[in-house]
């Protein structure tokens, strides 16, 4: 599976693409909500086809990020482009359970993962999200 990663803090990132590369997964990391949606959005459709191209197959997002845009609007920004069948969405977070329910409520479907989470735990996740 293809997945692009969001998150402001560089070890989890790091943590996070090694654990799913190793898992046998293909990963793009960002800590720049700039660059990651410039990267995943798409710009194009298929040909002959309304459906949008998107270069993964899943994204995982986290909240906060720090003197960018915050993961609530980038999830905003995906939405406008893509259903949950579409573009999964799994939010990583170590915000508050109210926080994150207001998300969920937000964004029906969208997977919330609050930090510190094991990885198991992640791939667990991406596993039932792939073999629905």
């Not at 989890?12 to 720049?32: K, N, P, W």
């Not at 660059?35 to 994204?59: E, I, R, Y």
């Not at 329910?101 to 667990?124: D, E, N, W, Y």
């Amino acid at each position: 599976m293809n997945i692009g990663v969001l998150d402001d803090n560089v070890a989890i990132l790091d943590f996070v693409r090694t654990a799913l590369e190793l898992s046998g997964h293909r990963v793009q990391t960002f800590s720049s909500s700039t660059s990651f949606l410039a990267a995943l959005l798409p710009t194009h459709t298929q040909k002959n086809s309304m459906t949008p191209v998107f270069p993964v197959d899943l994204v995982i997002v986290d909240l906060i990020i720090q003197g960018d845009i915050p993961g609530v609007e980038v999830i905003q920004r995906i939405r406008e482009v893509a259903t949950a069948q579409q573009l999964p969405i799994i939010v990583i977070s170590a915000t508050g359970m109210e926080q994150l329910a207001q998300v969920k409520q937000r964004f029906p479907g969208v997977i919330l993962l609050s930090k510190p989470f094991s990885i198991k735990t992640l791939l667990h996740v991406i596993e039932h999200l792939s073999n629905p």
